[in-house]
């Protein structure tokens, strides 16, 4: 069956950065297209980032020009490079890929911004 995990969430600074991964199983993150999601405290699911099955990509104008989404076929695994963190940034992140019938999610990992 299909699993996405994700981890690399952590506590970090105000200007900090961090790297999450999302490794996934049973489903190529090659062949489909992954986002990512987060969730701040007492918020909705908020979509953050894009990469389509042919490499485009989309961001979210709150993370622009601070994240990158990427992904490694090798690996089956996809990538969230944020940097410039804000404190607004807090929240738990969740990768999703869409297959052709459904849409797979993990259970997140959290990142905090503070001092």
């Known amino acids: 069956q299909v699993q996405l995990v994700e981890s690399g969430g952590d506590l970090v600074q105000p200007g900090g950065s961090l790297r999450l991964s999302c490794v996934a199983s049973?489903?190529?993150?090659?062949?489909?297209?992954m986002d990512w999601y987060r969730q701040a405290p007492g918020k909705g699911r908020e979509w953050v980032a894009t990469?389509?099955?042919?490499?485009?990509?989309m961001y979210a104008d709150s993370v622009k020009g601070r994240f990158t989404i990427s992904r490694d076929g090798a690996k089956n695994t996809g990538y969230l490079q944020m940097n410039s963190l804000k404190p607004e940034d807090t929240a738990v992140y969740y990768c999703?890929?869409?297959?052709?019938?459904?849409?797979?999610w993990g259970k997140g990992t959290l990142v905090t911004v503070s001092s």
């Open positions: 990469i389509s099955s042919g490499s485009s990509t």
């Open positions: 999703k890929v869409t297959g052709r019938i459904t849409n797979y």
């Open positions: 049973g489903i190529s993150i090659i062949s489909n297209s």
